[in-house]
């Protein structure tokens, strides 16, 4: 079996617990949980949420991946996404190295529109075909910003070389190289900046913010959020739809943070304002600024924030009501069955859990395959179940390698 029992995130926090000689009352005391999360989370029983996970990654001062046990290096073999690694690090380590003379750049709007191609895959988390092409798109576009004066062109390359970076950001970060993830997002901030385009920063911090979220610092995620604000007001034209979007998903990750945080108001406060920019809108918007927003956006995070604060019962009667019209990103849809699959499992509704990771594995395979919430609620049913039903042992060999 994929999942033996001392392979799982609250395994791991036993370990690391044991070498900081704590006990798990004191682990409790120093991460701000409960002794019995603590205890039913080590013992494989119930699923570690992300905000247990980033408070305790800071108690014992390791990092988040560390006890997500990522990246998942067998999985990746198979997938043959290991190899696709270092290029990708040579290719941000040359970032400020001038043009390459062993690339001949093509026009801008011809690498541009590879760009949106490479966008629209990581949209869709199609890993192995981005892995594949971001590297060179990265040296081609260096190469041709190299070469272009100040001026409209060389804003249109700066724009194209700041969304490869984040491109580059979501492929390292969903696969647990969060190093390299920090690094590109950074190349991000500094195109978007050379690209003069206030919105595309906010986008850049909006990421950052996810990345604070991830470790558990919710108060600074929430003001580099604010500072995200800041940046739309500075835009020509902040009431547009694209300036409303990206507004209105900043409030959305800040809800996130809050209900991580535990702070229910906060929540409500920012709900209302995502809530409220979508209605100024008045329809969902897909891929602006590689974003989806709009109704279904702000219904599925009122999902999300009532798992985190464990409003479960809460979080369940909303999602009855919520359906993705067609064409909505793989990766939100992939994310949400996740999250609702997280909610049945804490319920204790295992076959429910199971179908919501059926659903997640169907809309975004390569994004369940690697994510550790998948991983670790597909630990809980395998650990809770007496016999394994076929289709739980099938899903849980497919995640685990």
Partial sequence: MSHPADDHTGARIAFHRKLRHLTQAGLAQRAFVSRGTIAKVEAGLTPATPGVVAAVARALEVGVEVLNGQPYLEEMRQDRLDRMIAPLSNALDVYDLGPDPNVTPRPVALIEADVDRLCAAACATEYRGTGERLPGLLAELTTALSALPAGAARRRAATSLSWCYWVAYEFAYRLGYHHLALIALERMGWMAEQAQDPLLLAVRLGRRSSVLLRRGDNQLALRVLDRGHWLIEQHDEPGSVPAIAVSGTLHLLAAISAAQA??????????????????????????????????????????????????????????????????????RVGRYHMELARA???????????????????????????????????????????SVPGSLASLAAWVGG
């Fill in 262 to 331: 535990g702070d229910e108001e906060t929540v409500r406060e920012r709900l209302q304002a995502a809530r409220g920019a979508a209605d100024r809108i008045g329809r969902d918007v897909p891929q602006v600024y590689w974003a989806s927003f709009g109704r279904t956006n702000v219904a599925h995070f009122e999902v999300a924030t009532a798992v985190e604060l464990g409003n479960l019962g809460e979080a369940t009667k909303t999602a009855r009501g919520l359906h993705f019209p067609p064409g909505h990103p793989r990766m």
């Fill in 344 to 386: 049945y499992a804490r319920m204790g509704k295992n076959t429910l859990a199971e179908k919501e990771l059926q659903k997640a594995r169907e809309a975004a395979p390569q994004q369940a395959r690697y994510h550790p919430l998948m991983r670790e609620t597909t630990g809980i049913l395998v650990r809770r179940a007496r």
